[in-house]
């Protein structure tokens, strides 16, 4: 069984290399093209194709995968593994493998079909997600599943922290899949078409805190957009990037200053009672923050370097 594999991001690497090491025949892989990043506009290779390279993997790279079907098929592939691709395939590219195209799906489904699976579950609040191995149709994930791995959300835990162990479970879920499709003796399971949820991809947009919603709901927030694209908020006019957060538990002073604060405000100017926020429904506590141009520091030294001083307002 010939494999190729597509996949961009770090998420990818893990799978990649599990499967290598398990022993399957990968012939090629296929990602996404090298991209300028950071201030100075790097040109930088993706994830996928520097660990591809070291392997000494035949590496292509298309701008639209449906324009190089001949490529494609010269690598004479069984099956086609897709993970974080980042390119929607038409019928024409999945019908060169006559296998069939797995996708490694870092959510639940139906619920979580989509671009931002990872953070928006944990955007939302869920307690649970985890990983399906699906066939690729035409459409949005919306394949039937051969495999799917749940696992709980760790109360604190980011979307870069929940990436790396999904990442791992994925790596670990493929190559059971893959065992399976050798043997020609698995079942696949409809989706169906209850509870059926599209997340799309995350803006910046998406990242900035609303302190009139609930501590629970600006808590998930922050810690869904840890690392990228960060959550931030404003106070007089200078952007705060917030990185870590937490349910504030409050003195009987602190109780007394909540019930006459706005949303947004301050409520402490100690800085070992760290950096605490009202909310809708109490307040949440800061635990790490940035200023524009300045570096990450814990709540305590936001307010300590006068950062933010009790009255002010973050504003959203």
């Given at each position: 069984m010939k494999i190729l594999f597509a996949g961009t991001p770090d998420f990818a690497v893990a799978p990649l290399k599990n499967i290598i090491e398990s022993g399957f025949e990968v012939v090629g892989v296929i990602t996404q093209t090298d991209k300028p990043q950071g201030r100075k506009g790097i040109l930088t290779p993706p994830p996928v194709k520097g660990f591809a390279l070291d392997k000494g993997l035949p590496v292509l790279q298309p701008e639209k995968i449906r324009e190089h079907i001949d490529e494609v098929k010269a690598f004479g592939a069984d099956i086609l593994v897709t993970c974080a691709y980042g390119q929607i395939?038409?019928?024409?590219?999945?019908?060169?493998f006559p296998m069939g195209v797995w996708n490694i799906h870092a959510g639940l489904l139906p619920k979580y079909r989509g671009a931002s699976p990872i953070q928006s579950c944990i955007v939302n609040g869920e307690e649970r997600t985890g990983v399906c191995v699906m066939k690729t149709e035409l459409g949005l994930d919306c394949g039937d599943i051969l495999l799917v791995e749940e696992t709980p959300i760790l109360e604190t835990e980011t979307y870069g922290e929940l990436s790396d162990r999904l990442s791992l479970l994925g790596a670990d879920l493929i190559?059971?899949?893959?065992?399976?499709?050798e043997?020609?003796?698995y079942t696949l399971t409809p989706q169906g078409e209850d509870g059926v949820g599209v997340v799309r991809k995350i803006s910046?947009?998406?990242?900035k805190v609303d302190f009139s919603k609930s501590v629970k709901e600006v808590v998930d927030l922050i810690r869904g957009m840890n690392p990228?694209?960060?959550a931030y908020t404003e106070l007089d006019g200078n952007k705060i990037n917030l990185y870590?957060?937490?349910k504030a538990v409050l003195t009987e002073e602190e109780k007394a200053l909540l019930a006459q604060a706005a949303c947004g405000e301050v409520l402490s100017d100690k800085p070992k009672r760290g950096l605490l926020?009202?909310?809708?429904d109490g307040a949440v506590k800061l635990l790490e923050a940035q200023a524009a141009g300045g570096k990450r520091m814990s709540g305590g030294d936001f307010i300590n370097g006068r950062k933010a001083q009790k009255g002010q307002v973050f504003t959203c």
């Open positions: 395939l038409t019928q024409a590219v999945l019908d060169l190559v059971r899949a893959l065992r399976l499709l043997s020609g003796n910046k947009d998406h990242a990228a694209p960060v870590r957060a937490e926020v009202k909310c809708a």
